[in-house]
């Protein structure tokens, strides 16, 4: 009885066996033909992008990297982080592929042995009331605002508002907050009227393209958990260029003469996030690092 089975399947299957191999590799050609249209990683197709009333491209939105810059520029394996003892993987930091353009940041040689002492200290917390406070700890340890271009690439998302005058960008981490001047008039002169975290900036469309020239910055930012900081004269031109409705390639030429031999450049993409009703939440850290900050002069409240 099993043997007649058998053969009664082996007699029904046959015809389709030798029918699918009459007909070969066409479900083979259409894969193939359907994986040419699809354009290899940092590639896109030809878009134009949605206008404002003003017939501006639209930026609107809320947009997030997934890159891992925030920890290092450039490429970086996984390390453990602070407190592995305590932390274990909670705490630790993944490896990446770095933003840099070429790789490598051109300091000049007194500059990076400043980097390196930043990286040594970047958990070394100074409780002074004057600017030695700033001069080691990583200051998105200590919860201040992260200048840019590292506010873009930090992992948190944040909001794109366009008018025709004006296009804010507020951002997630310790409710850092920009306005990009889009206008020159009286109210809003070319020059920082002081430095502050997150610099000045006015800004100009080159065909699609957002410009966005910076200046104005405190010496207290880093670019990275790595020590990579800059001065005072810190000078960034940063470019938003809408490629899909999903993504926006991103890039920032940094010039700093007193600590780097030539201009440098980070890029990467910046994607929209599409939950449905998606919002920033409220991230303010201050109230994290309170204790790690003042130490003995922390009061704790809840008690």
Not at 42 to 61: C, L, V
Not at 109 to 121: G, I, M, S, T, V
Request: hydrophobic share 35%.
């Amino acid at each position: 009885m099993k043997v007649t089975v058998l053969v009664l399947l082996v007699a029904v299957c046959a015809p389709i066996v030798v029918q699918a191999q009459s007909t070969p590799q066409q479900p083979l050609a259409r894969t193939a033909s359907a994986a040419a249209k699809i354009p290899a990683p940092g590639e896109f197709p030809p878009y134009k992008p949605p206008r404002t009333a003003d017939g501006k491209p639209d930026f609107n939105g809320i947009w997030q990297s997934f890159v891992t810059a925030d920890i290092d520029v450039r490429d970086h394996d996984a390390q453990p982080g602070p407190h592995p003892d305590v932390m274990g993987a909670y705490g630790a930091w993944p490896g990446g592929q770095g933003i840099v353009e070429g790789g490598e940041i051109p300091y000049k040689p007194e500059a990076l042995a400043q980097k390196k002492a930043n990286a040594e200290k970047r958990m070394v917390i100074n409780i002074t009331s004057d600017d030695r406070r700033h001069e080691t700890g990583d200051p998105e340890l200590k919860c201040y605002r992260p200048g840019i271009p590292r506010a873009n690439y930090e992992p948190f998302p944040f909001q794109i508002i366009q008018s025709t005058d004006n296009i804010v960008m507020v951002y997630e981490f310790e409710h850092a907050l920009r306005t990009i001047y889009m206008k020159e008039d009286k109210e809003t002169p070319k020059d920082p009227p002081a430095d502050s975290w997150m610099g000045w900036s006015h800004g100009h469309f080159e065909g699609d393209t957002l410009v966005i020239d910076s200046t104005g910055f405190v010496p207290y930012t880093w670019f990275d958990r790595a020590g990579d900081y800059h001065s005072d004269a810190l000078h960034v031109v940063e470019r938003y260029n809408l490629v899909s409705p999903y993504h926006i390639m991103y890039e920032a030429t940094i010039e700093d003469p007193n600590v780097f031999t030539r201009p440098w450049k980070v890029s990467f993409p910046l994607y929209r996030r599409m939950e449905k009703n998606i919002q920033l939440v409220d991230f303010d850290c201050v109230e994290f690092v309170e204790k790690m900050l003042y130490g003995p002069y922390y009061k704790n409240s809840s008690k």
